[in-house]
């Protein structure tokens, strides 16, 4: 088959929406000092990898792993205190977790409402399962506008709201009376994304008994267990009996369900990288603050979202790329985030070396 052909039949059968779309970037971070993904910076000490390697021996990998992975979903629910009536739908990561809640309520005329800037996979997710998607703008200050929110839920009866808490890329917690509000009146489900929950410390999953169409989300991505893709969704346990139609089968491999519950049983050593996040996460915030020309943006999250002078923010994420410094340029994105960079924290000596770089970007 030529090439030409080939073209053809993608203009024909691939819809064109998807060939109008880009597929999600993530850029190459080989021998770079890796601040741009959120991720956890830490490792684990010689001898827990030790242990878990012993565990890893008696897999079947010739077996499909548990369906429902019952054992993990028991050590989740303790170690995150999902209260004990509220039903938990594991996914690969967030990602697919949000995937499955879309495509449950995808439908002519129906939409999913988010907070912008926020995380880009709601859209995206959305416009792929051909379901309308609404961002109701932040504030300048990036707080939640809560007469507009309310305001486009009454215009637009959203099947589902989704909001980041911490939101991801500002790193701010919105005002939990606000979502309260959100939460009598939207007409479908609130999902409460609490990614960065280790960072924040605040949560809405008590509140699932108070409303049965809120739905908490989380991951272990930020816990430092990026590398395992897997998240959870708790809520009514009918509603996530319902949203379990959408789950592929098997979707949650034998080596995550294993590793996951082997971490959580070492919960204190996640315990004390998060804290030493949160310290850094400090240390950084007040050295970036203290650099003339920036605007620096209060962060609950793992990661710190700040202004350039105007202008400037491509030119110092080269700058730093050069210097073997990867963070996130979110120059060019959505207009509110002009001149932002954003940048994960990471070790002690990784945080140094990047506000390092920054003061010779800066010329300081």
């Not at 897999?59 to 629910?77: C, F, G, S």
């Not at 409402?113 to 880009?120: A, C, H, I």
């Not at 790329?321 to 509110?336: C, H, Q, T, V, Y």
Request: aromatic content about 6%.
């Amino acid at each position: 088959m030529s090439r030409n052909q080939t073209g053809d039949r993608i203009s024909r059968w691939i819809r064109a929406d998807v060939r109008a779309t880009r597929a999600y970037h993530v850029p190459d971070a080989t021998g770079m000092i890796k601040l741009d993904a959120m991720e956890n910076p830490f490792g684990w000490p010689a001898d827990m990898v030790d242990a878990w390697h012993e565990t890893l021996r008696g897999v079947e990998l010739n077996r499909y792993p548990d369906p429902h992975a019952r054992q993990l979903t028991d050590v989740l629910r303790a170690a995150m205190a999902v209260p004990a009536d509220a039903g938990v739908l594991l996914g690969n990561g967030s990602d697919e977790l949000i995937q499955m809640i879309v495509m449950a309520v995808a439908g002519a005329g129906r939409c999913v409402m988010s907070l912008e800037p926020g995380f880009v996979m709601y859209r995206i997710i959305s416009q792929l399962c051909r379901v309308d998607y609404v961002g109701v703008p932040l504030d300048a200050n990036f707080v939640l506008d809560l007469d507009a929110t309310l305001a486009a839920i009454a215009e637009h009866e959203p099947a589902v709201i989704f909001i980041a808490y911490p939101n991801n890329p500002t790193g701010n917690l919105f005002d939990a009376g606000s979502i309260e509000q959100i939460l009598e009146a939207a007409p479908g489900f609130v999902v409460v994304d609490e990614a960065y929950h280790v960072f924040a410390g605040q949560s809405f999953m008590p509140r699932l008994v108070d409303y049965p169409h809120l739905l908490v989300m989380r991951t272990v991505s930020k816990m430092g267990l990026a590398g395992l893709r897997l998240g959870l969704l708790a809520g009514n346990a009918a509603l996530i009996g319902e949203l379990d139609k959408v789950r592929l089968p098997y979707n949650i491999n034998v080596l995550t369900q294993l590793t996951a519950r082997f971490a959580l049983q070492h919960a204190e050593v996640l315990d004390e990288q998060a804290a030493a996040i949160r310290e850094e996460r400090t240390r950084v915030f007040d050295t970036l603050s203290q650099r003339s020309g920036l605007e620096v943006f209060p962060s609950q999250a793992n990661f710190i979202l700040f202004r350039t002078p105007a202008g400037g923010a491509s030119a110092i994420h080269a700058a730093l790329k050069a210097a073997g410094i990867l963070i996130k340029n979110l120059d060019g994105g959505a207009p509110a985030l002009r001149d932002c960079l954003r940048v994960t924290i990471g070790t002690r000596e990784e945080n140094d070396a990047f506000l390092a770089a920054l003061g010779e970007a800066l010329g300081a």
